[in-house]
């Protein structure tokens, strides 16, 4: 009996529990935080049904289900448990507001309208309603429910393609008057200089004005055509509406121009919303931000970030390369291998805003500024590469993620045979022709996988990029077909900073919250995706290491 | 053809040696990056210690030594500087050769003297002078930079604004006006309070608004034996403070216009009050005695009742008397002139004198700052005349405002406070470190107190009684973990998380209280099962059953909040922490920030102590369990003592990261910069304040380096656990590299 507890003490069952206990909350920690972002990013775009409730005391609610809550309430009798309802009712220039709650006791019915529609709408967010009547020119539709909603797609369909005319007839005027303006910029900038100018600059402005009275005669004609165009384009703009009556029986009037898209969702069926989702999820990573990013796409994010990790890359590869190769194949000295291995793993702890005031500091104000001294005087004192911009801030991730790249370079060295590098050098290679035969190819996958782990922390890293480059918004992207290209002084959007951005600064959180959520799975998803990849590399590196250590 | 060879060999071998030395240099281009860090960072923190320095730039003697100066001053650009002399007469000259460059004369009086001058605005150039008859003529000054072409040309408007005869009923002669002082407030509202040779001592407020003079008598009003022999106004016109010879002070409310109420009469010294000044923004009094002590009070609170001036600073002790005390019209910079000539710089929230310096042997007789505090004008008695480049970049920090309590006005009492930017051209940042470091400190200490445990018993469980295939799981998903970008970390703690600690307080507080509780009931209850149904479970089923009191407490929780929220907290958790401990509950939190926080540091500990405990030597666990120990025995007296170094080196380095953490403390808390422990409210860390403040801060300002400065503490943070774990890291690969 003794002997037995002894020995079940000696087994310490309940200290083995407690240790998986550990790993148990932190799996759990992991699932949560990936389940939670995948339900909220996910089901977004999913057309969610429309409600139209009336409450006890008559208020009339059209809109879309969003979620279901219960409330605490804390009175005097204890503690009241409160269902409610959130509805999200659109119509931001109506109401004010985009949601409303709703007691689900002061709920007297409740019905899935079938000819609810969702319009998506370029400003003020989702409009809900019913179509009562279509302006087509200057005829008036008032039909049944059904044919109405044939009319609206019409309707819509012409104003779309006569909208695309439009911005297609204003990209010609601005073609056409471009040189245009051109020429009258240089004018007043010369006149700016009042009584300063000297007698060649006189000169010059004398043919410059006689220019632009030359060229203004000579487009004046098609100008007045593409004018005149234009008017009737817009026109036929102006006299496509929609006449919306909304769940109180308001009338609203809405242009068919403003809309994006409009659905019924309370008619679709599965293949129709997975249609739709489809193309809202394509919207997303196409399309330009509208509405302070909260809605539309997030395509200039992608394209910032993706262009930042590969400038990034191009700076910290080779070098980072090159200190592996140093580490494993040239030094010698105790002393100094072991200094850089400090220096490394110290430059892998420092916290990464320490890069960026370091970016900030040293890459914009010093270097930038001095830059802007020897090359851009003329524009001082509006900074060019004196301010954040697309290449300081790759360059100070660069710097960030150096050990990354590092380290798992030196892993790859490793794995090469010792044996076929004696081999190299005993056949009468130079040391560099070794390298580069033999350790670099057999190195291949330690390097892949630290440019893959440096990609993902570059792409998810976002405080120092905050202060070195971020914007919110650019109006411009870095890379375009003017010349030069590729425009490293130009300010960039990442999509780390667009989730802190639309999740934080933004007027209308609540609205904004499934952007963030779509956004941070995008996000998650191409880190994850990297971070699988190079661990699989890094095993298939592994399994090599073992079989090749002889 | 050998020749050729050659050539190729000879090509190859350069080709090697280039090679060679690029790499070489790009090796080291990691201490190089790293001390460059280092560098920079200490480069553009250490001004904020440099001292002021002052240099002359020229000095000359005044031509006709009997028109003693009484005022001077000078464009907001230094370009052109003025001297007014005692008849009246202003001379402006060009800074840059000291030429004349204008003159204007000020009373159309050729026998009117003037006895004295008051500078009425920090912001403004508007003055007051009065005359031996008894006239006080307010004028103002102003300089207009204009462009021709590229030279700058000042264009000086004099204006006389007003002429006001003091007591028009006497003789003009009898009434000279020995001291005044003047100021116009930003409603334009004028107050004049000056002495006369007859010891009278009047107040003549001017309400622009109304076009009124209020006149008051303050002789009358003063104290019993109270022997004016300073007194000021402050730059709104809401204080007259005036000293005795005695050494007492009064304080009178003149903000009422028409009637003037006595707020304080106190003791300040045993010898004459000898020179007073108000500072910018109001509140800063500085006295001057007799036996040359300087003083800082501002009014204080007491218990919570009337304000009082309270002396709050001392300045270094001039040799002799105090003259005159000038404020400085950009920060809380002061001059004080002793009657033996020496000018003292003082800053008055420091309470550091920051330069001593005597221009001329003579006794300086007047001082003005320029409009943008770098430069001091000064003349002395033989009318000598100096001017002074004064370069004091940062003098609001000492070692003292950086991690010292320090007495702001509108405080009262010495406080730690970080508040770097506010409302007006009056407000003085306030940069001690203390509470952002306090504040990192305390979201690291609830991340690891969360990160800590949870890491090292998983880190130990995976590592000891995992299988091959549950590591093959469990470790990538522990790596994905620490690849989530912490911004996402730290949007869903502030948009999901907190909203959700803050609905269920009750359901997670019992949470925590009930799982150590399930957790023995289930050992217990698993302890009643007989051992022959135990021995076919599988390795790794203890984390099936782990999962059991995570699971019943979770249960247990939610249905019991309400009950035990009823019970112990009257209905209503928040409503009690805030009535019974005086703690209000932010959303945005402490908690959430350890639990966020949890995300981050959990992978890192995680990872590095299993990689350290299966480093382990196997022939040390081997030699262990053939003694018969068992794997629990094993895994507490050989295991974990042999990766102990490797298990501190995790932990240090989980350190590292929760201080340089910023997104998720951005994100998660509320970033107040308070210092309090509770873990109800939130913080604000280092790194979420340079974040948040560098893009604002001007380039070389002092918020500016000061950011730099906690850049620079971050560094020697992560620095010095990097470097303990590395160390650590390295010995422990030596001792078991034997086995």
């Known amino acids: 009996m003794n002997i037995d507890k002894f020995y079940k003490k000696k087994q310490g069952e309940q200290y083995i529990f407690a240790l998986a206990l550990g790993l148990v909350i932190s799996l759990i920690m992991v699932i949560w935080i990936v389940v939670i972002i995948l339900s909220r990013g996910l089901g977004f775009f999913w057309p969610g049904e429309i409600v139209h409730i009336t409450t006890k005391d008559d208020r009339q609610y059209l809109g879309e289900l969003w979620t279901e809550e219960t409330r605490k309430e804390h009175t005097d009798s204890g503690i009241v448990k409160i269902n409610n309802t959130q509805l999200k009712t659109g119509n931001r220039d109506v109401y004010g507001i985009d949601f409303v709650w709703i007691n689900n006791a002061t709920i007297k019915s409740s019905d899935k309208p079938e000819f609810a529609v969702v319009f998506e709408r370029k400003e003020y967010g989702n409009a809900y309603g019913y179509i009562s009547s279509v302006q087509i020119g200057d005829s008036n539709y008032t039909y049944s429910e059904e044919k109405i909603i044939s009319i609206a797609k019409k309707a819509f369909d012409s104003a779309q393609k006569n909208h695309e005319n439009l911005l297609d007839i204003q990209e010609q005027i601005n073609d056409l008057l471009a040189p245009l303006t051109r020429i009258q910029r240089e004018i007043s900038l010369l006149e700016f200089k009042q009584n300063m100018l000297t007698p060649a600059e006189k000169k010059e402005l004398e043919i410059l004005k006689s220019k632009a009275v030359t060229l203004e005669q000579s487009i004046s004609a098609p100008y007045q055509k593409l004018t005149d165009k234009l008017a009737e384009y817009t026109e036929i703009d102006r006299k496509i509406n929609f006449t919306l009556s909304l769940a109180d029986d308001r009338a609203v009037d809405l242009k068919a121009s403003k809309i994006v898209r409009f659905y019924l969702p309370n008619q679709m069926n599965v293949f129709s919303k997975s249609v739709h989702y489809i193309s809202k999820l394509w919207e997303l990573v196409s399309a330009e931000p509208r509405e302070s990013n909260t809605e539309g796409g997030i395509f200039p994010a992608i394209f910032g970030t993706v262009l930042m990790v590969i400038l990034m890359s191009i700076a910290v590869v080779p070098l980072g390369v090159m200190v592996a190769i140093y580490l494993n194949e040239y030094a010698h000295q105790g002393v100094i291998i072991r200094a850089i291995r400090m220096a490394i793993s110290n430059l892998a702890g420092v916290p990464s805003i320490v890069f960026g005031i370091f970016g900030l500091g040293f890459f914009i104000y010093y270097f930038g500024g001095s830059i802007d001294q020897m090359f851009f005087s003329d524009k001082l004192p509006e900074p060019t590469f004196g301010t954040g911009g697309i290449l300081w801030a790759s360059l100070t991730l660069a710097l960030l993620t150096l050990p990354v790249v590092v380290v798992a370079t030196e892993e790859g060295l490793l794995a090469v045979p010792r044996a076929n590098k004696e081999g190299a050098l005993a056949l009468g290679a130079t040391q560099w022709q070794m390298i580069r035969k033999i350790v670099l190819p057999n190195a291949m996958p330690g390097i892949l996988t630290g440019i893959i782990l440096a990609v993902s922390r570059g792409a998810g890293e976002v405080a120092p990029l905050m202060i070195t480059g971020v914007v919110k918004l650019a109006p411009a992207m870095p890379f375009d077909l003017t010349f030069p290209f590729f425009h490293l002084d130009r300010k960039f959007m990442h999509l780390g900073f667009h989730i802190y951005d639309v999740g934080f600064q933004s007027p209308n959180v609540e609205a904004a919250k499934p952007m963030v959520y779509l956004t941070a799975l995008l996000l998650i998803a191409i880190v994850v995706a990297l971070n699988l990849l190079a661990i699989f590399l890094r095993n298939q590196l592994r399994k090599k290491l073992k079989t090749s250590a002889f | ?739």
Not at chain 2, 176 to 187: A, G, K, Q, S, V
Not at chain 2, 391 to 417: A, M
Request: charged content about 20%; glycine content about 8%.
């Open chain 2, 1 to 739: 053809m050998s020749s050729n060879k050659d050539k190729y060999f000879r090509k190859l071998y350069l080709q090697n040696r280039i090679v060679k030395y690029i790499i070489t240099f790009a090796g080291f281009s990691s201490i190089v990056s790293i001390a460059a860090i280092l560098l920079f960072l200490l480069l553009e923190s250490s001004p904020l210690i440099k001292g002021a320095k002052i240099e002359e730039i020229f000095s000359f003697s005044l031509p006709d030594p009997d028109k003693k100066p009484l005022l001077t001053g000078t464009d907001p650009y230094m370009r052109v500087y003025y001297i007014m002399s005692k008849d009246g007469v202003i001379k402006f000259y060009y800074a840059s050769d000291q030429s004349l460059m204008r003159s204007d004369t000020l009373s159309n009086f050729s026998e009117e003297k003037i006895l004295c001058v008051s500078r009425g605005s920090l912001m403004k150039d508007v003055f007051a002078a009065g005359t031996d008859r008894g006239r006080l003529i307010t004028f103002r000054i102003r300089f207009k930079n204009d462009f021709i072409g590229q030279e700058p040309v000042v264009n000086i408007n004099l204006k006389v604004l007003d002429i006001y005869q003091v007591d028009p009923g006497q003789q003009q002669q009898v009434n000279h006006i020995e001291e005044l002082i003047f100021r116009e407030n930003d409603d334009l509202y004028r107050f004049y309070a000056w002495k006369n040779h007859h010891g009278g001592f009047n107040l003549r407020i001017y309400d622009p608004d109304e076009e009124e003079n209020y006149l008051h008598d303050i002789k009358k009003i003063l104290p019993a034996d109270f022997n004016v022999s300073a007194f000021t106004l402050d730059f709104e016109g809401s204080k007259l403070i005036a000293g005795a010879k005695d050494g007492r002070l009064t304080w009178y409310d003149i903000s009422g216009l028409k009637n003037i109420e006595l707020i304080q009469h106190w003791e300040a010294y045993r010898t004459e009050i000898s020179a007073l000044g108000f500072l910018i923004g109001g509140q800063g009094l500085i006295t001057g005695s007799a036996e040359g002590s300087v003083n800082l009070w501002i009014p204080v609170r007491i218990k919570g009742q009337e304000f009082e001036f309270q002396k709050i600073n001392s300045f270094e002790s001039h040799s002799k008397a105090i003259k005159l005390i000038i404020p400085s019209p950009r920060d809380r910079n002061f001059l004080s002139i002793g009657s033996d000539g020496e000018i003292h710089l003082n800053y008055s929230t420091t309470g550091r004198t920051q330069l001593k310096f005597s221009p001329t042997e003579e006794i300086v007789s007047m001082a003005a700052f320029s409009p943008k505090s770098n430069a001091i004008i000064a003349a002395d008695s033989k009318n000598r005349f100096g001017f002074y480049n004064l370069d004091n970049p940062h003098p609001e920090i000492t070692t003292k405002t950086l991690f010292g309590k320090t007495w702001y006005e509108g405080y009262d009492q010495p406080e730690f406070v970080w508040q770097s930017t506010g409302g007006s051209s009056e407000f003085e940042p306030k940069l001690s470190m203390i509470p952002l470091i306090f504040g990192t400190l305390k979201g690291t200490l609830y991340a690891m107190f969360f990160s800590v445990p949870i890491a090292l018993l998983g880190a130990i469980f995976l590592s000891q009684f995992g299988t091959m295939k549950m590591k093959q799981i469990i470790k990538p998903t522990i790596e994905i973990m620490a690849a989530i970008p912490s911004v996402i970390i730290g949007f869903l703690a502030g948009l999901y998380f907190s909203p959700l600690f803050e609905k269920f307080l009750m359901e997670i507080m019992l949470f925590m209280i009930l799982i150590p509780v399930f957790f023995y009931i289930t050992i217990v209850l698993w302890r009643f099962i007989p051992a022959g149904h135990k021995t076919g479970l599988k390795t790794g089923f203890e984390l099936l059953l782990a999962l059991v009191p995570v699971i019943l407490s979770l249960a247990a929780a939610f249905s019991f909040a309400d009950l035990a929220e009823r019970v112990f907290f009257a209905g209503n958790f928040q409503q009690w922490l805030f009535s019974v401990i005086g703690v209000t509950y932010e959303t945005r939190n402490s908690l959430v920030v350890g639990f966020a926080l949890g995300f981050a540091v959990i992978p890192i500990i995680f990872t590095v102590a299993e990689d350290a405990l299966s480093n382990v030597p196997e022939s040390l666990v081997s030699a262990s369990l053939a003694l018969g120990a068992s794997k629990w025995q094993t895994v507490r007296r050989i295991v974990v003592p042999a990766a102990a170094g490797g298990i501190f080196a995790a932990i240090m380095l989980g350190l590292g990261r929760a201080i340089g953490e910023t997104m998720i403390v951005l994100m998660a808390t509320g970033n107040t910069p308070i210092l309090d422990i509770n873990p109800f409210n939130g913080f604000r860390a280092m790194s979420a304040c340079i974040a948040v403040e560098i893009p604002e801060a001007p380039v070389g300002g002092t918020l500016y380096r000061v950011l730099f400065l906690t850049a620079l503490l971050l560094f020697a943070f992560t620095f010095v656990l990097n470097t303990i774990s590395s160390i650590i890291g390295d010995k422990l690969r030596k001792k078991y590299a034997r086995f």
